[in-house]
């Protein structure tokens, strides 16, 4: 079910300016409303003074539904209840299986679409351009308690003509505070990425003082993309999701890089994680099973087909906290595309990791999803068997293998809080650099340089 976005006050629905007018004219939205009210019993407004944000979205999926008049929100980047039922309208239309997310045929058909109305209006050359000014809204869970300046850097493909801009300004009305109302400014600016590199400057000098910067990269961070390079050097903390990348391996030795360079990073798919990592820790928290962990050699982790991040990376915390070494890579072809890991421990006992890609039938909003995993030792007196599943059929998969009834179950909640846009809003409470993402991903680094080398 769709979150129910909360009702809107705007203070300056999207207006085009000029580069060099931006602060000019968002000063003059505040100038022109009041910090107390417009003197009509609107409520006072509280300008952005909790952090700056800026994402970079190269995702096309917002603009082409605004085109086709099914979405009117902005074009932000960050997905949000809007975007998720102007793709449920889409799919519905098209006959397409009805998720709210942006799918490969969904982005297809949404492509074609768009290629066909463009076709139909005679050249017109502003068949490509967004109006959200009838029903606004951006990052619901963001704004909704924070007041803070948003600067979506939005690419095009073609040809160089200069990048534009945008200012608007909304705040979300609350129900446990009507009487003043939380605001946030938004800066959108639209250009090709060579064009974007060349205002570069502009866009940081926009960052609002001492206040916390968050650089949100949609995509898999490039610390050789000048663009990339000039804002990450600016900012508190870089955001990524690494449920998107495209090449998942590589990606993540990329954040590796990243991180070996001294720049901070979040990645809202770790986050996925802690439900994972903190019950596969409860279940060896009593003095009886805690001594049993060293006799952990066998482990097990399957995931949706698709994007195996989730398992490297939970397969790196592991491997860091229980300081086991990756030594070798074996990986099968067919349906499950089975990774073989095998490491050695501080005692020199062998250690072997299999990571299973299972395919489902309805997968999930993220891709790669955990579905369960299992830690067992071929020592048959040990009492360490703990097998952790998100569903009954996890779970049962994972008893196929043996001393179901000297297992320890543990059952991952509803992951219904994981979306992006939650896991963002998170996010943005915390700053700088986080020891354990980072020594979990040096052994997940570890164990894809051996896949280069197999």
Not at 117 to 138: C, E, H, M, T, V
Not at 167 to 186: D, G, H, R
Not at 398 to 416: H, I, P, T, Y
């Amino acid at each position: 079910m769709a979150i129910q976005s909360p009702p809107l006050f705007s203070l300056q629905e999207p207006k085009d300016v000029s580069l060099g007018e931006i602060e000019a004219e968002l000063n003059k939205i505040w100038q022109s409303y009041g910090t107390a009210g417009n003197g009509e019993g609107s409520p006072a407004a509280t300008r952005a003074a909790t952090f700056s944000l800026i994402v970079y979205e190269p995702e096309e999926t917002q603009l082409l539904l605004a085109n086709l008049n099914i979405y009117r929100g902005p074009i932000d980047g960050i997905p949000g209840p809007q975007t998720e039922a102007a793709l449920r309208d889409f799919q519905k239309k098209y006959d397409l299986p009805i998720s709210g997310t942006a799918t490969t045929e969904t982005r297809e058909k949404l492509r074609e679409a768009v290629a066909q109305q463009q076709g139909s209006s005679n050249g017109d050359s502003d068949a490509l351009y967004w109006d959200s000014s009838r029903n606004p809204k951006i990052a619901d869970a963001i704004a909704l308690r924070n007041p803070c300046r948003i600067i979506t850097l939005c690419p095009v493909v073609g040809d160089d003509d200069g990048v534009t801009a945008q200012v608007s300004a909304y705040c979300p009305i609350q129900k446990q505070s009507s009487t003043t109302l939380i605001c946030c400014e938004y800066i959108t600016f639209t250009g090709t990425t060579a064009g974007l590199e060349r205002v570069a400057g502009m866009i940081a000098a926009l960052l609002i003082g001492d206040l916390p910067k968050f650089l949100w990269w949609k995509t898999t961070p490039d610390h050789h993309n000048p663009l990339f390079k000039r804002l990450a050097s600016v900012c508190n903390s870089i955001i990524i999701d690494s449920s998107g990348f495209n090449a998942p391996e590589f990606g993540l030795l990329r954040v590796k890089e990243l991180i070996d360079a001294g720049i901070p990073i979040a990645d809202l798919n770790w986050r996925r994680l802690s439900a994972w990592q903190e019950l596969t820790a409860e279940a060896f928290d009593p003095p009886q099973r805690r001594a049993a962990l060293s006799e952990v050699d066998r482990v097990t982790i399957d995931y949706e087909k698709g994007n195996p991040t989730q398992a490297l990376m939970f397969l790196g915390w592991l491997a860091s906290r229980l300081h086991w070494h990756p030594c070798e890579f074996e990986q099968e072809t067919g349906d499950y595309e089975i990774k073989r890991i095998h490491f050695t421990a501080e005692d020199q006992r062998q250690v072997e990791a299999e990571l299973a890609a299972i395919p489902t039938a309805d997968s999930g909003e993220i891709p790669g999803d955990l579905i369960a995993l299992r830690l067992n030792s071929t020592n048959t007196k040990a009492d360490c068997c703990t097998v952790v599943c998100s569903e009954t059929g996890g779970c049962m998969r994972m008893e196929v293998g043996g001393g179901a009834q000297a297992c320890r179950f543990q059952q991952v909640s509803s992951l219904a809080d994981q979306k992006a846009e939650i896991l963002l809003s998170q996010q943005l409470q915390r700053i700088g650099h986080e020891a354990l993402y980072e020594e979990s991903l040096a052994v997940t680094a570890q164990i894809l340089q051996l896949t280069s080398q197999d």
